[in-house]
């Protein structure tokens, strides 16, 4: 018998899981909290140069950013992308609107979920693939109402009252 060679992995891909490697730049914390996240989407996006090497830095600010459906094509609004400081021509505007690529079958799928009431596109995270290319991850999201949140803040104190009651008594 002959002993084959070891395989790499495929390139973007770890040794132990099948799960691609990426880079997250950004992300949006406060979306979980003021939204319920019923489904996320994987976008391209639309840079310019400055805009890519000011990403890498961690230069980007999802916060108030939401997405909407023009003319059957997707855009971004409200997202600040710092500028990049050693550019050499002009920089691009930070709140300039950015176009996202998405499959026209995704944008129509969409468009009917948009229309209804209370629905919205905002952006949870903005990542680099292993390939490079920029990402960004949409959510479909309804808003939660302010007993929503306290409910989700009174979870979050009771699971952290529990772990610290369960960490002293580790025998």
Avoid: C, W
Avoid at 44 to 51: D, N, V
Avoid at 117 to 127: C, E, M, N, T
Avoid at 133 to 139: D, Y
Wanted: without cysteine; positive net charge; aromatic residues 8%.
């Amino acid at each position: 018998m002959t002993k084959q060679p070891k395989k790499n992995p495929p390139p973007g891909r770890s040794k132990q899981g099948a799960q691609p490697t990426s880079k997250v730049v950004g992300s949006n914390k406060k979306a979980t909290f003021d939204f319920f996240i019923e489904d996320t989407i994987e976008t391209g996006i639309i840079l310019l140069g400055p805009e890519v090497k000011s990403l890498r830095d961690g230069k980007a600010n999802l916060r108030d950013g939401y997405a909407k459906i023009v003319k059957g094509e997707l855009f971004l609004y409200n997202v600040h992308i710092s500028p990049y400081t050693f550019t050499t021509n002009s920089p691009p505007e930070p709140l300039r609107v950015r176009k996202l690529l998405l499959h026209k079958r995704e944008i129509k799928k969409l468009i009917g979920k948009v229309q209804e009431k209370g629905v919205a596109l905002i952006p949870l995270k903005i990542y680099f693939k292993a390939n490079g290319k920029a990402k960004l991850a949409l959510g479909l999201a309804r808003g939660k109402k302010l007993y929503d949140k306290r409910d989700a803040i009174k979870g979050r104190e009771n699971d952290r009252e529990m772990n610290r009651l369960n960490k002293g008594n580790r025998y």
